[in-house]
């Protein structure tokens, strides 16, 4: 059985192992593949794997040989799933493995917005505290979060994590989800609509999958919903904020600061409105990349293929 990795590098920069996938077939990693040579890297595979490599419907006509298709990743929108589905191609995903550190991360990008920690110290190394008049001094407000309200859109696993972290840390959460669990609700928790949310919350931090229906939630009309000084967190996808929108929003000081791990075109172009935008933190997509969370990863893949092989394939997302 012919195995390929169109793009490990990102998942398995050399800290891990494939050794496990190698049990199933004949495995040929690449680090990156770019589009023109998808078909011919992939030609004779029966099981492809990638993460953001992506395959067209024109690419599984060419692949007569191709069985199944694992996504390196919880989002699969690289993938024409129903394409998959026409040529019989079975699509899984990882679902959950990433869990933690995203809502680990949503919380360092918070706290970075509140205290600056990253300036502050630059500022000493610069030498201004020596040469201070005063015992401290701060070159941004600092914010404590306990009793603001955290408004999460997109309440799965990661949304609770979230959830979770900030009641530990004395806020309100309102969530605004299509699925709402009511048991989930409590004395600092509940659900909300969409625009009650965007009205109440003192941070906004986004957690939804990309649909037509989510793409560009976050705009113009959003925001002048939004409180004065609102902050704005994403780490899930960049396509779901109109990033001019943001920007202008920024620069006006309506939203008082904004952290995106994601951004509409990754990597990041250099016209993007966000590079120039007033107190604005942009990361190159680490959240999920912890090495923990990178392991779980291997081993959900590890396991979909090894469901797949014995006829009961789980984490299907095109049946």
């Known amino acids: 059985m012919k195995i390929v990795i169109l793009d490990g590098y990102s998942v398995n920069p050399g800290d891990l192992s494939w050794d496990e996938l190698k049990t199933f077939g004949e495995l040929t990693v690449y680090d990156r593949t770019p589009a023109d040579k998808i078909e011919e890297r992939a030609a004779g595979a029966e099981i492809l794997l990638t993460n953001k490599t992506p395959l067209s419907k024109e690419i599984f006509g060419r692949l007569p040989k191709l069985k199944y298709v694992g996504v390196l990743a919880t989002g699969y929108n690289i993938v024409d799933t129903g394409a998959a589905k026409e040529h019989g191609v079975i699509v899984t995903n990882v679902p959950a493995y990433s869990t933690e550190a995203v809502a680990q991360f949503t919380f360092a990008l918070l706290l970075e917005l509140c205290h600056h920690v990253g300036e502050h110290n630059a500022a000493v190394k610069r030498g201004e505290w020596s040469h201070c008049a005063d015992f401290s001094f701060w070159t941004h407000p600092l914010i404590e979060l306990a009793g603001k309200t955290m408004g999460i859109i997109g309440f799965g696993r990661i949304g609770r994590a979230v959830a979770g972290i900030a009641q530990a840390m004395g806020m ?81 000081g309506k939203v008082a600061g904004a952290a995106v791990d994601v951004v509409s075109k990754e990597p990041i172009t250099e016209d993007n409105p966000l590079l120039k935008a007033r107190n604005c933190i942009i990361t190159p997509h680490i959240a999920w990349a912890p090495k923990e969370a990178r392991k779980r990863l291997i081993k959900t893949t590890v396991e979909n293929l090894a469901a797949y092989i014995s006829g009961k394939p789980v984490n299907v997302v095109n049946g």
């Not at 931090?205 to 113009?220: E, V, Y």
């Open 172 to 252: 309100k959460v309102m969530a605004y989800s299509r699925h709402r669990d009511v048991s989930a609700e409590n004395d600092r928790l509940r659900f909300a609509e969409f625009d009650e949310l965007l009205a109440e919350s003192d941070v906004i931090s986004l957690h939804c999958p990309l649909f037509d229906s989510t793409r560009g939630m976050i705009d113009k009309n959003a925001i002048e919903k939004m409180k004065d000084g609102v902050f704005i967190i994403n780490t899930a996808r960049g396509p779901l904020i109109v990033e001019e929108d943001l920007a202008q929003a920024l620069n006006s």
